[in-house]
């Protein structure tokens, strides 16, 4: 597996949210350096993470991971993923393929705080179809240090302000 470097732009977006943040957390594909951070960091502050993925390969990688405060999950489609049933602190989608993303950010809409999205650039939208379902979100704010870039999204945080910004979206 070659690595990009890519791959790893959402994380300064994950450490701020979770620096900021409560509640149990969601993760929506597991990674190479996602689910590392998020299970170091829940261990850390005693929150209970789930990390759900639909690649064997990814499974098996991160599986080493579960424990007491971290369950991990392998799902044959993303329709089998519990996902609706409780309210999350964070969400974190970055999951296969590209199609589902909407339709999961859709499902989770308000059952989470704050939901992060990685691989949200502009030009990826022919992808992941963004400009579908963001607009349904009070607050965004888009993390352009990095590319691909991570947006962070929520129906009741200013999330925005978490990263010294007024929100672009609704300034006031």
Same mark, same amino acid.
């Given at each position: 597996m070659k690595f990009r470097e890519g791959w790893s732009s959402h994380l300064p977006v994950l450490v701020k949210v979770m620096e900021n943040s409560t509640g149990d957390v969601l993760e929506l594909g597991m *990674?190479?350096?996602?689910?590392p951070l998020l299970?170091?960091?829940?261990?850390?502050? *005693?929150r209970r993470l789930v990390s759900y993925e639909n690649d064997e390969k990814y499974f098996d990688l991160d599986l080493t991971y579960r424990s007491r405060l971290h369950e991990v999950k392998l799902v044959r489609g993303w329709d089998d993923a519990d996902i609706e049933n409780q309210h999350w602190g964070v969400v974190f989608v970055d999951h296969a393929p590209a199609r589902r993303r909407k339709i999961e950010l859709k499902r989770i809409a308000d059952k989470a705080d704050i939901i992060i999205c990685h691989d949200t650039d502009d030009s990826t939208n022919r992808f992941y179809r963004w400009h579908w379902v963001f607009p349904k979100f009070k607050y965004q704010y888009r993390y352009?240090?990095?590319?691909?870039?991570t947006t962070v999204l929520s129906n009741t945080v200013d999330v925005?302000?978490?990263? *010294?910004?007024?929100?672009?979206?609704?300034?006031?």
């Open positions: *990674g190479l350096f996602s689910t299970h170091w960091m829940c261990n850390d502050q *005693g352009e240090k990095a590319s691909p870039n925005a302000r978490l990263f *010294g910004q007024n929100d672009p979206v609704n300034p006031n």
